[in-house]
């Protein structure tokens, strides 16, 4: 038998430990008794009962909800359309149209935000929902353009031939073929932009309204104030929310496959 | 005489500096099972992209039914193809693929399921209905999409090398199903292949093409009889390519010097002029052996023979180190690798003649 602890073993595990263990400690502690988060006080959902009546708590979740609903939504439809088109084009510039969709993933956020900010100001724009929504689907096209485009890429062309020889015309082509095809990539794309969405912090700062502090916004203004055990249970719920968009998604992808 | 339904007119069409289509006219009438047969890079995928519209010709006319259709969309010709990969709509079953050419022109839907149907049992495909494409063999595949295109009635089917995909046996036996299926339809049918034994079996006519331009067009039988070049002499059948001077003509017999010697010949077709040089063409089954010597035999040794299908193939080396071949069905067991023998040819026909538009009789 070999019982041996290989080196590559070691190493995955102390990978996840990392990774894992403060979640894992987040967990166990919004299921604490006591309020002071060095001391195990017994099970306890106290904090989960006392974050549903934070009714500054749940507007925010409202906030983040819509927020991330309404960006992905448009990105959904902007993305699509932007890698459908983008595989049309047969000239050199695509390569390059190609990169500048997907740069904004890579600028970072801190500047994505200061320029948020200065765009809208120098548009006299009133910061609240409508500046997040922007600000938001800007960041969320890349993820659900970058996911299509793949899809398109490992389609066969000939199917839409295919159809355009059977008499649809190209609109038809599109809704009867294109796109219950990319459907899966689409969906994957848009929860995935969806989480980047739940969870963003820094964009979100720099563009948000006096009246539309988003959930992750929030948690983070009270770090001053120090760390409730209600945020524990905010945190938790917030890693399930997650963790059920990233299984979704995989499930998604794997259907139709 | 039937009438033509579609007219190739001057087309020429070029990717970038590469020419592809020269000049390409054609007239194929109503019903004609005509193939367009080359080696892959001729061309004739290009063509037929121009038929179905799914490319535009950089000059010259597509005619359908005497209208010009050079500059319609696919979508609004009367024309369906059989790709290559079938092409069949993975998210959709085999009712839904066939009946989507019918649902596009708004049939209603009872209409649509009937036709359906008989279009299935045409195919031996009953009881297909509802199965996804990916639950079907290669050659049901092939079916569902000759349904699928069919059942439109176009008044010209093309098809891209839609054997290709499929093993030999399976091969063999469409070509048999096609045949019989266009008769049925009584549509015409543009049918794109490398392979010289599916156009041999099932064409009206054959149209040769080499680097975007046409060889020849003739009926499978005359093609192999009478090749006008030595490229399709030698991609329809097994041909030997013989460079001669001719010496003198006697009735339909030349006699012509080859760097092998002197031989004698009957010609096929038109007479060579005298004093010429002329590259003869002359099938493997025209090639006679013996042990004897005769006037107009060239001595050659046997190098290898093989026997297949019932025909025996030996391969022999003339003096001038030519290597020919001589083939003859049923076993025999005459002419072993190594022996001595003498080769004397029953008939030939002049190929590559200067004067190209001269009519073979």
Known sequence: MNKKLHISDAYLILVLLLMYLPIFVVIVYSFNGSKLSTVWGGFSFQWYRNLIHNSQLMQCLKNSLILAFLSCSVSAVVGTIGAVGITRIRWRTRGFLESVCIIPIMIPEIILGMVFLAFFSFLGMKFGMLTLVIAHTAFCIPYIFMMVKARLAGMDSSLEDAALDLGAPPVRVFLDITLPLITPAVLSGTLLAFAMSLDDVVISFFVTGPNTNTLPVKIFSQMKTGVTPEINALCTLMLAATFLIVILSRLISKKFK | ?361
């Open chain 2, 1 to 361: 005489m039937k009438q033509t339904i579609l007219k190739l007119d001057n087309i020429n069409k070029s990717f970038g500096k590469n020419q592809v289509l020269h000049d390409i006219s054609l007239d194929v009438s109503e019903g004609e099972f005509i193939t367009f047969l080359g080696p892959s890079g001729c061309g004739k995928t290009t063509m037929l992209r121009i038929i179905a519209g799914l490319l535009e010709p950089d000059s010259g006319r597509v005619f359908l039914g005497g209208e010009d259709v050079t500059s319609l969309p696919p979508n609004k010709r009367n024309v369906n193809t059989i790709f290559q990969n079938y092409a069949l709509f993975p998210h959709m079953n085999v009712e839904t693929n066939i009946g989507y050419g019918l649902r596009i022109k708004g049939v209603k839907k009872t209409e649509i399921k009937k036709r359906v149907k008989n279009m299935l049992s045409l195919v031996q495909l009953e009881g297909f209905e509802k199965k996804m494409p990916n639950e079907l063999s290669g050659g049901q595949r092939q079916r569902v999409a000759i349904a699928r295109a069919a059942i439109n009635n176009p008044r010209v089917l093309l098809l891209d090398e839609p054997l290709g995909a499929l093993d030999l046996q399976l091969r063999r036996y469409m070509q048999t199903e096609l045949k019989s299926l266009q008769t049925t339809l009584g549509i015409t049918f543009i049918y794109i292949t490398h392979d010289q034994e599916e156009a041999m079996n099932m064409s009206d006519r054959i149209v040769v093409m080499r680097d975007g331009r046409f060889e020849q067009i003739d009926t499978p039988s005359r093609l192999y009889d009478y090749p006008k070049t030595s490229f399709t002499a030698s991609f329809v059948g097994m041909a030997n390519l013989i460079n001669a001077e001719i010496l003198s003509t006697n009735g339909d017999t030349v006699n012509a010097r080859t760097s092998a010697g002197v031989i004698s010949v009957l010609i096929n077709g038109p007479l060579p002029d005298p004093d010429q040089s002329a590259v003869l063409c002359i099938r493997s089954e025209n090639v006679l052996l013996s042990k004897e010597p005769a006037s107009g035999a060239l001595a050659a040794d046997v190098t290898d023979s093989a026997y297949a299908n019932g025909l025996m193939t030996t391969h022999l080396r003339l003096s001038d180190g030519t290597v020919i071949a001589a083939s003859k069905y049923g076993l025999c067991t005459d002419f072993h690798a190594g022996d001595s023998v003498f080769v004397s040819f029953a008939s030939a026909v002049i190929v590559d003649r200067r004067d190209n538009n001269e009519k073979t009789q």
